[in-house]
């Protein structure tokens, strides 16, 4: 599931996986395998190879997948001035006592997959060029990130962000949701993403704006308060780097330079 959302969520659809499992024994290893096997069909992803180690000292698994798209939707493309949505599927529960919101067990198979295909077509369709799935990260810090790949800050209104009835606004803040994804969106195209996640029963709602300032604010109400200043401090390490050699005459006129990513000279 974790790996589908990722090629979903950079506008691509799924094509196969990999996996490699070590376990201590053909007992552990079972259960796993029937779950790989549960999950490939309701995706509609074929496992198509991997390897197995029945010797290992502990579970481990390791999973590679590979997806096509044919307009990338990128952590790297959000402008200022955007609106930032978060689009949730609430039908679902926590699995205790894990900050997982699970909206995918037990879900018509068809459904999943059709949700899942609202990310490539808002690609495909020029709706929106930035987004990215929501880790265990939560909402802000996913938004957080988001921010820091595009050299941009903004503001968040925590309430706006939806959430199901019942459950305290701190936890939902935390939690980790099946399916949830954050996007950066041209205001005049806002509407349109709305209607497509709203028509497949999933909440979707504009929660903040982004700008030009590298820090991100939370709202509340009427009062706004600093979480993170980009400017300071990076959080992963994968936004731009921007320096700035002196000027020869001293006027602040030297040059300045951006670097996409401190591990490339492309964005990573």
């Known amino acids: 599931m974790v790996n589908v959302s990722d090629i979903y969520a950079m506008g691509g659809r799924p094509i196969a996986v990999v996996d490699a499992l070590w376990s201590d024994g053909a007992g552990q290893a079972k259960p796993i395998l029937e779950g790989l096997a549960t999950a490939s069909q309701v995706y509609g992803v074929p496992v198509v190879g991997g390897h197995s180690n ?3 000292d502990r579970p481990q698994l390791s999973v590679a997948i590979l997806g096509r798209a044919q307009k990338l939707l990128s952590s790297f493309a959000a402008k200022p001035g955007q609106q930032l ?14 900050l997982w919101w699970d ?31 929501i880790s265990n990260a939560g909402v802000v810090g996913t938004i957080l990130m988001l921010l ?8 968040v209104d925590i309430q706006a962000i939806p959430r199901p009835a019942g459950i305290v606004l701190e936890r939902w803040l935390s939690c980790f949701p099946s399916f949830g994804f954050v996007l950066s969106v041209d205001s005049e195209n806002s509407a349109a993403v709305i209607e497509r996640f709203t028509q497949r029963g ?14 991100l604010r ?21 936004g ?12 602040g006129d030297g040059v ?10 492309s964005p990573c």
């Open 256 to 265: 300045r330079e951006i670097t996409l990513c401190q591990h490339s000279k």
């Open 218 to 238: 939370l709202a509340l109400g009427d009062e706004q308060q600093a979480l993170w200043d980009l400017n300071e401090q990076p959080l992963t390490g994968c």
């Open 54 to 56: 029945l010797r290992n």
């Open 202 to 215: 999933i909440a979707c709602a504009v929660i903040g704006t982004t700008d030009s300032s590298r820090q």
């Open 148 to 155: 820091e790949c595009s050299d941009l800050g903004g503001t």
């Open 103 to 133: 909206a995918s067990t037990g879900a018509p198979p068809e459904r999943l997959r059709q949700d899942l295909e609202i990310l490539p077509t808002l690609a495909e369709t020029g709706l929106c060029a930035a987004a990215k799935d």
């Open 240 to 251: 731009p780097i921007i320096t700035e050699s002196p000027s020869p005459s001293g006027r």
């Open 85 to 98: 949505l978060a689009a949730i599927d609430l039908r679902g529960h926590f699995r205790e006592p894990y």
